[in-house]
């Protein structure tokens, strides 16, 4: 049973990088047809669609977000990473790390079925 | 301001039905497969409903989703306690500018 596990600072100041990592357990991260999201969540609101990677390196990013983005994945560690720069407090919220059903040739066929249990990140001086 | 509409809110008693529709249009919703997530009161979400109408295993049968025309729904009967969650629709939208997954903004189900 693949398991997915997000970690990262839980403070990070304005204007600088937020960092996350995703550590897959159960099942390698190179195996089987599927991209690694991520998703967050401010506090008493709705889910929002971050990015995702595919094992090839193929990335979509959330134009509202796309140039601060960058999504890149270890294969070596069996983990993937998030990094946001520039952010700003309407950056604080639950970050979710998930698997996602799907491959580059058939971009738009896409849903995400394993999800971690989230990390909260607070941006604040 | 989500593109997928959904009531911010519905409520049922125990045993009942409910319907949760999502809206969309023909960039997303009218061409892709929909698929629904439950989200308990401080965890993670979790998919109820893949491919439109597809449960993964593990998923009761009350659970069930349609998709028809610009609009996806999502159905639960029997309903129980344990129901009371936070449910949100998702699906790729390809418009002119841009190609992205979207969420719905989520209703709340509460069970009276």
């Known amino acids: 049973q693949v398991q997915l596990q997000e970690s990262g600072p839980g403070l990070v100041k304005p204007s600088q990088t937020l960092s996350l990592t995703c550590t897959v357990s159960g099942g390698s991260i190179s195996s089987g047809s599927y991209y690694w999201s991520w998703i967050r969540q401010p506090a008493g609101k709705g889910l929002e669609w971050i990015g995702r990677i595919y094992i090839s390196g193929s990335t979509n990013y959330n134009p509202s977000l796309k140039s601060r983005v960058t999504i890149s994945v270890d294969t070596s560690k069996n983990q993937f990473s998030l990094k946001l720069s520039s952010v700003t407090a309407a950056d604080t919220a639950v970050y979710y790390c998930?698997?996602?059903?799907?491959?580059?040739?058939?971009?738009?066929?896409?849903?995400?079925?394993?999800w971690g249990k989230g990390t909260t990140v607070t941006v604040s001086s | 301001q989500s593109v997928l509409t959904q009531p911010p809110s519905v409520s049922a008693a125990p045993g009942q039905k409910v319907t949760i529709s999502c809206s969309g249009s023909?960039?997303?919703?009218?061409?892709?497969?929909v698929s629904w997530y439950q989200q308990l009161p401080g965890t993670a979400p979790k998919l109820l409903i893949y491919d439109d109408n597809k449960r993964p295993s593990g998923i009761p049968d009350r659970f069930s989703g349609s998709r028809s025309g610009t609009s996806a729904t999502l159905g639960i009967t029997g309903l129980q306690t344990g129901d009371e969650a936070d449910y949100y629709c998702g699906t790729w939208d390809s418009n002119l500018s841009a190609s992205n997954w979207v969420f719905g903004g989520g209703t709340k189900l509460t069970v009276l």
């Open positions: 023909s960039s997303n919703i009218g061409n892709n497969y």
């Open positions: 998930a698997r996602g059903h799907g491959t580059p040739m058939y971009y738009y066929y896409f849903y995400m079925d394993v």
